[in-house]
C-alpha cells in the first residue's frame, strides 16, 4: 500500500526499541518493537543498523514513499556529536526507501518531553536503570540536569539504589549499621560473606540495578537502613530538579514522572511525595504516553 509521506518515532532504549509509524492518511499506527539501541553498550554502528531495520520494515510495506520523515530518541546519545553520528548513518541506509528522508536524533528525553507536553512547556523527570531531569521553558529553551551515567551520577536511578544497598551491606560486613538487606542477598544470590559479596560484584558482574527493588521492598517492611537509602536518593533527584529551575526561567509548573523504576509502586510513591513536598505548587503526574508518541508528534512537524 503505497504511502506518500510516512512519520516514524523511534524510542531506542536500553532494555527495547519502540516504533511508533503513521502514513499520510492518519490512518491509524503502526507499531514495532525491536532490540535495544542504547549506542554506549552496542556501539554507534549498531545502533544506527537497529533503527534502521525496524524503519525498513515498515517502509518497504508501503513503496513508493515520496517522503519518509524519522526522529529517533536514543538514550546513551546526549551528545550532540553522538546524535549526529547516528543520524547520519540512519539516513544513509534509509536512502533508498523513498525519495527525500528526513532524520532526526535527539536525547530520549526530549521525546519523553514531546510525548507528555507536545512543543509546549514543562518538565520531566526520567526514573530508570539510569535517571535524568529535562525541561523546556515557555520560550522553548531546554535544559538537563544528570544524566551522567553510572559512574557519575544517576541520583535516584536503579542503579544508584542498588549500589547504595550493596555498599551499605559490605558496611554491616564491617561492623556497620545492620539491614535485613543482608539476609535478603543472602536468600537471592547466595551472598552470605564478604568473600561472596566481592566475587559476585567484582567477578559475576551482578546486576546492579535489580538490587533496587529488594532495596524498596526493606524500606517498605520498616529497615532503618534501606528506607534512608531510599530517601537519599530521592532527595537527590529532587535536588535535581531545583538545580535545573535555577539555570531555565520561565517555565510551566507541570511535571511528568517516566521510567522502569516508576513501575515499583512503593518508589513512586516515595518520588512523587519527594517532589510533593519540594514543588507544593507544581503539577505531578505519571506519563500517560510511551515516549515513541512524542518521537512520532516530532517526525509529523518535520513533514509539516
Not at 55 to 83: F, N
Not at 138 to 167: C, E, K, M, N, P
Not at 194 to 214: G, T
Amino acid at each position: 500500500m503505497a504511502a506518500k509521506h510516512v512519520a516514524v518515532g523511534l524510542d531506542a532504549g536500553g532494555s527495547k526499541t519502540s516504533l511508533l509509524a503513521q502514513c499520510d492518511d492518519r490512518s491509524g499506527r503502526i507499531e514495532r518493537r525491536g532490540p535495544p539501541a542504547n549506542p554506549q553498550r552496542s556501539g554507534l554502528e549498531e545502533s544506527a543498523g537497529i533503527l534502521g531495520a525496524l524503519v525498513q520494515e515498515v517502509v518497504r510495506s508501503r513503496q513508493p514513499v515520496e517522503h519518509l520523515s524519522v526522529c529517533a530518541g536514543v538514550a546513551g546519545a546526549g551528545r550532540a556529536s553522538e546524535q549526529k553520528v547516528i543520524a547520519t548513518r540512519l539516513r544513509r541506509a534509509l536512502t533508498d526507501e523513498a525519495l527525500s528522508v528526513d532524520v532526526q536524533v535527539v536525547h530520549d528525553a526530549s521525546i519523553a518531553l514531546d510525548a507528555a507536553f507536545g512543543s509546549e512547556s514543562g518538565l520531566v523527570v526520567i526514573a530508570g536503570t539510569g535517571s535524568v531531569v529535562f525541561g523546556r521553558a515557555t520560550d522553548g529553551t531546554t535544559q538537563r540536569a544528570g544524566g551522567w551515567g553510572h559512574l557519575l551520577g544517576d541520583a535516584g536511578s536503579g542503579y544508584a539504589i542498588g549500589r547504595a544497598g550493596l555498599r551499605a551491606v559490605a558496611e554491616a560486613f564491617d561492623g556497620g549499621a545492620e539491614t535485613a538487606l543482608r539476609p535478603r542477598l543472602g536468600d537471592r544470590y547466595g551472598i552470605d560473606t564478604r568473600e561472596a559479596l566481592i566475587h559476585r560484584v567484582y567477578q559475576e558482574e551482578i546486576a546492579i540495578q535489580d538490587v533496587a527493588p529488594m532495596v524498596i521492598d526493606a524500606a517498605e517492611d520498616g529497615d532503618a537502613v534501606a528506607s534512608d537509602i531510599l530517601a537519599t536518593q530521592t532527595a537527590e533527584l529532587a535536588q535535581q530538579v531545583e538545580w535545573l529551575l535555577a539555570q531555565i526561567h520561565d517555565i510551566a509548573p507541570r511535571t511528568a514522572l517516566l521510567g522502569g523504576m516508576l513501575q515499583n509502586q512503593g518508589y513512586a510513591q516515595r518520588l512523587h511525595r519527594t517532589l510533593r513536598d519540594s514543588f507544593p505548587d507544581w503539577s505531578i503526574e505519571r506519563l500517560q504516553r510511551e515516549p515513541a508518541v512524542g518521537a512520532l508528534r516530532r517526525a509529523r512537524r518535520q513533514v509539516a
